[in-house]
């Protein structure tokens, strides 16, 4: 057969992304230092210089996850890797875990615990509300040779932030080890790894980091290489074993283990030391900031929110669609009209519910009044009473009333 025959049948040429604003459950916008961070020269991931960087990196990772842990670094995947990652090294088969659902990604971690041998007793909570710290101690009183706890900290697919520190306080009543995703919450709202004894948490790239997606920042405590070291049969991955990472990752005399994303760890190396130059704790504040000027133009627009004040996370706004709209419609026309990309809702609140990511570089003034103005002029074109610029001035007055700098 002739070479040309397997051309593509149509033409290709140089792709050119539309320049969207980002403001879906992630990724979220990338900064402009991250982007050009990552067209900088690859080198080997050998090169004394790149290693160096990725000592640097760690660093930045524990200040960012406030740990000491020594095995703290950046997985080659995105946070669905992380995730498997930690149950895949801890898990051993006949394992029983205590998993926290109340939203999709407690729903993956059963799956993850299954797939890897163990036996999961889920606690379920409703959509929308927290992890109820009294049903896993409950659970925990029931099945005292449960292992490990995981819980999801920020769930993305509801909004709603569960209390980590007082699930990790119970898991070590009961010796237990504690998983925490933390993907939506790193950079976004406070973790504070060593205080709260977390004892494997995982996160990602393209959330409050704002990176692009394809990084899994974890971490994990002594407790849990203890563990490893100790298991008896060998994890069954051979790139997710975290002692093989560790001769490429922890030691000073590297060796290969696979090839590092070079390129993508500079942009990761970036954005954490964008985080720290700004400070966690102004991190955090920037976000709330943010949300509550959101919140106060949502409020005009009769848009309400799925979880209760005190549980919200302000990078992740899930809003009720109002009484007879469109939402399909309105998402098409935000991204049509105004390259503005929000979330759709998942699972039980498919068409009913938006969600509104504020995270990272995204979470700014400017994305925050313009995403309230289009959203306002679709609703009103699509026949809702809505007073035009009301929810544009409520989220001024908003950030008047409350300022952070
Ligand atoms: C996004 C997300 C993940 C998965 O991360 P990917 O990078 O999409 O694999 C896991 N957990 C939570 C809570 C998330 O928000």
Known sequence: MNTEDFRPEKEVKVFYPPQRVLMGPGPSDTHARVLNAMARPTLGHLDPVFTEMMEEIKGLMRYAFQTKNRMTFPVSGPGSVG????????????????????????????????????????????????????????????????????????????????????????ARKYNCLTIADTVTSLGGT????????????????????????????????????????????????????????????????????????????????????????????????????????????????????????????????????????????VRRRLLDEYNLEIGAGLGDFAGKVWRFGLMGTSCRVENVIFCLNAVETILSDLGMKVERGAAAAAAHKSYAAKPMF
């Open 190 to 329: 406070p973790i504070r790894v060593d205080e709260w004894g977390i004892d494997a948490i995982y996160s990602g790239s393209q959330k409050c980091l704002s990176c692009p997606p394809g990084l899994s920042p974890v971490s994990f405590s002594d407790r849990v290489t203890e563990l490893v070291k100790n298991r008896k049969s060998k994890v069954h991955s051979w790139f997710m074993d975290i002692s093989l990472l560790l001769n490429y990752w922890g030691s000073s005399a590297r060796t290969y283990h696979h090839t590092a994303p070079t390129n993508a760890l500079y942009g990761l190396h970036e954005s954490l030391l964008m985080l720290a130059e700004e400070g966690l704790e102004h991190s955090w504040a920037r976000h709330r900031y943010n949300y509550e000027a959101l919140k106060a133009g949502f409020a005009t627009l009769g848009m309400n929110y799925v979880v209760k004040e005190e549980h919200r996370l302000p990078q992740l706004n899930s809003v009720f669609v109002p009484a007879g709209v469109d939402e399909k419609e």
């Open 83 to 170: 995730m498997e990652m930690c149950f895949v090294n801890m898990i051993e088969p006949g394992d029983k875990v205590i998993v926290c659902r109340n939203g999709v990604f407690g729903g993956r971690m059963i799956e993850n615990v299954e797939r890897h041998g163990g036996v999961a007793v889920v606690v379920d909570d409703k959509w929308g509300e927290p992890v109820d710290p009294q049903k896993v101690e409950d659970a925990l009183k029931k099945n005292p040779d449960a292992k490990i706890i995981a819980f999801v900290h920020a769930e993305t697919s509801t909004g709603a932030q569960s209390d980590a520190k007082t699930l990790c306080e119970i």
